[in-house]
Structures are given as C-alpha cells and as structure tokens.
C-alpha cells in the first residue's frame, strides 16, 4: 500500500495530508479532443537572409526574426523539452541560444513515461483514457508521446464537447449572458461553456460600474455611505451578531467594508466570529479562495448569496473550484489567523454555515467508480503538530460522509463535507472543540480536489467560537 504526504506551507506552520488507499479512479487524458492543425503559408512574402542581416541587432523583433537581442526562458522556447534556464537570442537573429537551458530528462521512446510525457510506447484502453468520452478500443502512444492517436477508439457519444448537455455536465458548447448568470454583479458580456463542461468561463463578464459615495450600492461594493457617509450607517449587531453586542458603524470611504471602530464588542463567551464583511484580516488564504459575493449559477447548483450579509468564504467566489494536476492532490488551505486558546471545563463549539457542491462521479463502464469526489476537511492544530480532523455534525446529514481524493496514483477515502446544497441554502454545521481544552489552537479548513470534473465547491459564512 502506498503513501502520500500532501504539504501545504503558511508562514505559521505546516499543514500536512496523510492517507492510505487502493481505489484508483479512471485516467483522463488532456489531449482527448481534435488533432494536428496545418497551417500552410499563403506565399505573399519571402523574407531573406539578407533581409534578416538588415535588421537584426536593432532590438526590434522585425517581421522574419524569432527574436533581436532579448532573452527568454528556456520553458517558454520548449515547455516538454525544458524544465528551466534562460536562452540569449543568437547573433543573427536566428533564433534561441539553447545550450543554456536545463533539458527535460524524460526520453520519448524508453518506455518509460518521465517529464511531461503522457505515454511512451505503450497501447491503452480506450476507457482508461477517457471514460466518459469511450466505451472501447485500444489506442497507440503517438510517437513525441504527447498523448495517444483516438483514432481507434470507440466513442461514448456523451461527452464534453459533443454540444450535448448531459446529466454529469452543466452546459456543453453553450454560452450565456452575464447579466443572466449574476444581474446584480454583470452588466454586460456573455460566458461560454468551459472546457471541462463544469461551468461558464465569466472572464468576458463586464463588472457593472459602481460609483462610491453616490449612496446605491452596486457591482462589486459591500456598501455604499453617500456624499456624507450616512447612508452607509449600520447596526454593529447586523455586521457581526457574536462578535457586536451594540453599536454602529459607518462604511469605509472606499465602500469595501465597514469601519467597526465604533462598535461595542460582545464579551458573552464568543471566542471567534467572522461574518467575512470585513475582508481576510482574521484569516491566512492560499491560491483560489477568496471572500466577497458569490456568483455561479448552473441550473439547480446556484450560489449568488451569503447566508448573512453579502460577503462569504468561498473555494472560489465565481467557480467552479480548480483541478489537480492527474494523479496528485490540490489543495488549498483557509485558516483562522489567531490560533484560539480553548478554556478548560467548559464546552467550546466551532460552528458556521455552509453551502457545498463537490463531485459525484458516475462511470458508464465501471459502477465501483461511483461515488463522491473532492470535499472539504476541518482540522486542528497546536503548532505545527496536527491534532487531527474535526468530527462534524450538520443539520443536513446528506452533507457530510466519504469522499475519495487522490493518492500516489490511486485514490483514499476520507471524511468530511461534501455533497449537493440546494440553489442558495446554507447548512449549518458545528463541531466540539472541547477535547483540545487547555491548548492554543489554529483551525484550518481544508479543500481537496481530483483531476476531474470541479463545480462550485464550498461557500462559508457566520464563523464562530463559542465557549459556555
């Protein structure tokens, strides 16, 4: 059996996956789709070499020159060939000096898949490369071993790119409107369908434009005061119920936030509590999350609103969440800033809201591989020792059980939150803490996905810590 250490690095301490496991799930291949593109010269101009001797040296890349006395790195030049260097261009304009660049030690046609290779020599079952676009056949490693030839191979006729929508996919060669997948944060733009059919591409969206202080609140603000500031005043109570017993606090200038300076703190037990409108000062966040509103609607999977206020925790506010590279673990890490001293004789409880949509994977050739992918794990630390995973209760049992991420090439079962929301609905989840009473304690919320198929993935809100 094998074993895997996931790490993942913040400035206070080491967060460190540890999973054992044999389930393996099924092999996408990335090169599954179209095939070599010719692209043929129309023969209008001819450039010389003594059109290239005229201008090369000027610093000016001119029309027939690869490059005039600039630099490149080596990955750039050949990102299968390279792992890393510079390369000067050469004298004559010519092209890469390459002899400076660290070649990939992957050797096409060893037998041996290394580098970037996705195969080497072999043959493959059609289903293992991709089981959802084939039902059979056996295709040849193409000869750079940059993926298989799919001649040969048995189309499922349900796949993503086909243009037809199906019941593991959200959209297929659609597009829609931003102003209909989010009117209240687009005004114009369209978003088409992603090249993994999980969800809509919003990088075309235009974010309507809001004006500060004009006293309408729009686009991408949390508030907006007016000219004089008032209009933006809010009870202390209604931005943070557990961390405010009273008070009111105007919006920042900037309207990003509230300026809580004014507010009366809650002294009744609450030991943390974060309802996110204030942005990620209580909290350390890696790579894809993200607080704000949340924006991704696909069909029955919508989340376009927090729980309380307009401002969330999420995986990824406009989703879906990211895939890992093929065989490995991502992982991305939301952790409490201030580890929380946990009182002795009292019971302490971590509670917040959550709305989730993880992976269900269903394979049309193998029922074993059906099951939940990618969740969400909360975990204890003191320092940097791992104190272990949160046992969690939630008001929706349908929310919380097996979930299988990957592990040194196979996949490992492990227990957490995962599951299907309702479009805009918040479960409530709690966990005892009161086993780690006389320790100082740093939580940290722990998102894993696989290589295949993401949708939203988690939206949190209304963190807190009691103690009674």
Known sequence: MKKMLGLLVIPAFVLLIACDGTTKKKVVDDDTVGGDTIVEADGDTT?????????????????????????????EIDPVKYTGGKAKCKADCAGYDTITCDENPAVCG??????????????????????????????????????????????????????????TEFCDGDAKT??????????????????????????????????????????????????????GLRDCVEIDPFLYSGGKAYCLDDCTGYDTV??????????????????????????????GQPSYTNGDETITEAYSGLNVLATKLTGPYALATQGLPYTQAAIIAKPIPIPSGKATTLMFR?????????????????KWYDGLIVEGYEDTEKLGELTLEATSAALLGEFSIPEG???????????????????????????????????????????ITSHFGVAIDDVTITTE
């Open 409 to 451: 090439g196979g996949y490992v079962v492990k227990n957490g939150i995962r599951g299907h929301s309702v479009a805009n609905t918040y479960t409530l989840f709690t966990a005892d803490l009161s086993a780690y009473a006389g320790k100082t304690v740093t939580i940290s919320f722990l998102f894993v996905s696989d290589y």
């Open 262 to 291: 004014t507010c009366e703190e809650n002294m009744s037990g609450t030991l943390f509590s974060d309802q996110f409108e204030n942005g990620s000062a209580k909290w350390l966040i890696e790579k894809d999350w993200e607080i």
């Open 354 to 370: 959550a709305y989730v949509y993880t992976e269900y994977y269903t394979s049309t050739s193998d029922a074993t591989q059906n």
């Open 47 to 75: 450039v010389t070499d003594a059109d290239l001797a005229a201008t090369c040296g000027n610093g000016s890349i001119d029309i027939g020159e690869p490059c005039d006395g600039d630099m490149k790195n080596c990955v």
């Open 178 to 231: 931003c102003v209909e997948l989010n009117p209240s944060l687009y005004e114009s733009g369209t978003a088409p369908c992603n090249a993994s059919c999980s969800g809509y591409d919003m990088t075309g969206c235009v974010v309507i434009q809001s004006e500060c202080k004009d006293g309408v609140i729009e686009g991408i603000e949390i508030c907006d005061g007016g000219p004089d500031g008032k209009a």
């Open 110 to 167: 060893n037998g041996i898949v290394e580098g970037a290779e996705k195969c080497d020599g072999t043959i493959d079952n059609c289903v293992d490369i991709d089981p959802l676009m084939f039902v059979a056949g056996k295709a040849r490693c193409k000869t750079d071993c940059t993926g298989w030839d799919l001649e040969t191979c048995e189309s499922s006729g349900d796949y993503c790119g086909d243009g037809e929508k199906s019941e």
